[in-house]
């Protein structure tokens, strides 16, 4: 599975943002996902995570309220919607089976300003 995670830019307190993880491969339908991030000097912690089939959600509670995560499996595409973003989560955020698979995209850097 290759990801690709898109969306990210600079937005001030109180901002929005909708990050995009484009999935290749035929078993990402098949697979629990998560989106992370990972800030500066800290570790990379998952904040959200949807089933296979999307039903069932959890989110960290950092975020919980704020963040609504999401995923076509039609488009083998994954979202990540947020909402009365903080300064604190500025981070790298990235895309990945849950558990992680050992390969990570790029990530993409959001950055929120107070």
């Known amino acids: 599975v290759q990801l690709v995670e898109s969306g990210g830019g600079l937005v001030q307190a109180g901002g929005s943002l909708r990050l995009s993880c484009a999935a290749s491969g035929s078993t990402f339908v098949l697979k629990s996902m998560g989106w992370y991030r990972q800030a500066p000097g800290k570790q990379r912690e998952l904040v959200a995570f949807i089933t296979s089939g999307g039903s069932r959600t959890n989110y960290a509670d950092s975020v919980k309220g704020r963040f609504t995560i999401s995923r076509d499996n039609a488009k083998n595409t994954m979202y990540l919607q947020m909402n009365s973003l903080k300064p604190n989560d500025t981070a790298v955020y990235y895309c990945?089976?849950?558990?992680?698979?050992?390969?990570w995209g790029q990530g993409t850097l959001v950055t929120v300003s107070s």
């Open positions: 990945n089976a849950v558990p992680h698979l050992q390969v």
